[in-house]
């Protein structure tokens, strides 16, 4: 049977490649061929000198391929496994408190704003725009107790086109700022309300996520009626676990009956296979080993982690425990949406432990590279969608121009291939660009 006429690829590239897999951090591949199917799938990825066994399998010309310069390269696009919408609002600034005040004094206010469905609408497409344009393809949202603006976030992202999980926010105690939070009934009933909301858009890469705010917002009653809701239709869950000495007081005076932070989580159903809980700093070695149990994920969020005061996680920790990790802005408590610089406070974070002597080495820039593309990837359960060039996944990626106008970094001609592509994960520069009707 001969080639057929017309090729069956969308696009094919020839240039470098970078990503990672279970058994490397990071591969740099230079000189590669990149297929992609209409269906958006990779079709192969090999190295350049078998372009004339790919051209006469999939029946493509030299003529259709599209050949990076020397300053391009492909990597994953990036993961942001805990980002909260609705507090983009006041990125970058109101860090001076720790947590449980923060929350006080600046967060729940702002959240509760979000009954204005026109405010909410202009800083959800403000957020979604931003985190696109840096570098995020995949994000984990919260969005706040208000389910119609809860709503208007997936439909938001949706048209965007980012991949994302969406949660509205559930909590029925809030004895530091009363006016936001709701009662035990109707945050049950408009959860609900807005996982069946999501579902039945059928939307193709926006999912819902239950998502209770934390133990301490949460009576038991809410959390076991949404662990229930998870369960009954086989979603994901998020929340925050273990960030502050404060929170882990509180928990433990609201909650004696359970052993620890992550029982609590566990008994009420949501901590599963489907849940990805954020921070995890002072998470004890029985919580770790009831993550792996459970298969649950860690949001390692080292901006806001050490923006507010909360904690060092020891992923070296997390990660001797086989639990799933990936890495999270968690905007505003972390003053960038940029997973590049999660990156970079990732590895700063590991450089202090091991200056502490709590680690006898610290994360390589290649870990983390990998943290926040394919260990996303893996937290989110997306794995075997997303997070590299596998052949079969879909080609969710990052064209990178190293030589991009009002580049922050100057590259040499000394330079090589490896250090070109540090660079630009040190230092986190890109744009993606955005339809201007978004």
Known sequence: MGSPEASPLAHI?????????????????????????????????EPADEQEKLAKKWGFKASEIRELSNNEFFMPGLVDTHIHAPQYHFVGTRLDLPLLQWLKMYTYPTEAKYKDIDFAEEVYTRTVRRTLKNGTTTACYFATIHTDASLLLADIIDKFGQRAFVGKVSMDINESYPEYKESTTESIKEAERFVKGVLEKKYSRVHPIVTPRFGPSCTEELLNSLGNLAKTHNIHVQSHIDESEGEMKLVEKMFPMHQNYAELYDKNNLLTNKTIMAHGCHASDEELKLFNLRGA???HCPNSNISLRSGLLNVKKVLKNNVKLGLGTDVAGGYSASVFDAIRKAVVTSNVLQINKENEAALTLKEVFRLATLGGSHALGLDAVIGNFDVGKEFDALLINTKASDSPFDLFASDTTEVTKYCVLEIGYLCVEVPDEF
């Not at 590239?13 to 000189?31: A, E, N, Q, R, W």
């Not at 209409?38 to 990825?45: D, N, P, R, T, V």
């Open 297 to 299: 994920a860690i949001a």
């Open 13 to 45: 590239f020839k240039g470098t490649v970078v990503h990672s897999s279970c058994s490397s951090p990071m591969d740099i591949l230079p000189g590669h061929l990149l297929g992609v199917e209409e269906s958006g799938k990779i079709a192969f990825l």
